[in-house]
DNA sequence: CCCAAGACCTGGCGGC
DNA sequence: TGCCGCCAGGTCTTGG
């Protein structure tokens, strides 16, 4: 489900709930997500209090004085506030109540997501500690995208993809960027010119940015921490759109397998 | 170092 | 209805 703009809806739905609240008590009912829920934190969490909500690419981080709760939505993850008890489904596995009497419930049907408890430094937790810029900052330069993309002859597609060349940016965004800079999903990195770079990281950002904007993108089933869905899938121009028209030329959108994910792009609008 | 493939899971859909 | 294969928003791990 979540790229950073669907992550980013998460953090700002459930951070007013959670800011400066107390854990009163957390439930797990099923521990075995990517990694297993440490043991104990159903012991330790109780009475400290979130002092903030923060997000570093597709991780969430809730912040106490004794440590920091990260949280990754995999595939198929969500966070919903509850403000009165509801009873939980078969893919409800956390819940944690709030001295508020709101709870946060974790539900996430494929278990690829993670709830993970850090000690000390945040950023130096191993899954953090090697993650590039967050495309949506000052450190998110050209200069260090152009450097990195040399001497790979990989496909773009996979280039943009990659965590430690730039945080947040998932299949959908992908394949949305791309259109946009019009540069062909299965072009090889090594033959792309400085220009088209530029234009690829100027999209990279202009897409995100429009799509926190929208609230993040609802395919299936994604919605914000209050159940409402994100209405970035009406500015789509060709993630899921195999076989529709082209809205810029006309021409038929095309699908074809990157590296074992869908690349949707207009062949006459993106270029190798 | 780079890259491709496999791994982890469940559910929905279309076809027969 | 049932079964089968394919597909799905992620990313770590392994092996060449």
């Given at each position: ?162 965590s430690t060349v730039v945080v ?54 994604f919605t914000s921490a209050d ?46």
């Amino acid at each position: 489900m979540p790229e950073l703009p669907e992550v980013e809806t998460t953090r700002r739905g459930i951070a007013p709930y959670l800011k400066n609240r107390r854990i009163a008590a957390i439930t797990i009912r099923q521990r075995k997500l990517r990694w297993p829920i440490p043991e104990g934190i159903e012991q330790l969490l109780p009475g400290q209090k979130c002092s903030d909500v923060g997000r570093r690419g597709k991780y969430l981080l809730l912040d106490f004085d004794c440590g920091t709760l990260l949280i990754h939505l995999g595939m198929s993850g969500s966070l919903r506030v509850l403000e009165q008890e509801v009873p939980p489904g078969k893919h409800d596995h956390v819940d944690i109540l709030l001295d508020s009497g709101s709870s946060l419930r974790f539900r996430d049907p494929r278990r690829f997501g993670a709830v993970l408890w850090h000690q000390g430094e945040i950023y130096e937790h191993p899954l953090l500690s090697r993650l590039g810029p967050e495309p949506l900052s000052a450190d998110f330069t050209f200069e260090d995208f152009w450097q990195r993309s040399r001497g790979r002859r990989k496909p773009v597609k996979n280039f943009i993809m990659d965590s430690t060349v730039v945080v947040g940016i998932g299949n959908i965004y992908a394949c949305e960027a791309l259109f946009l800079a019009g540069i062909h999903p299965n072009a090889r990195l090594d033959r792309l010119k400085r220009q088209r770079m530029e234009a690829l990281h100027h999209y990279c950002m202009d897409v995100l940015e429009k799509a926190v904007a929208a609230g993040g993108t609802t395919l299936k089933d994604f919605t914000s921490a209050d159940g409402s869905p994100g209405y970035f899938s009406q500015q789509l121009h060709v993630y899921g759109r195999e076989g529709q028209i082209c809205g810029q030329c006309g021409d038929e959108i095309k699908r074809l397998v990157i590296q074992g994910r869908s690349s949707f792009f207009c062949p006459s609008c993106q270029r190798k």
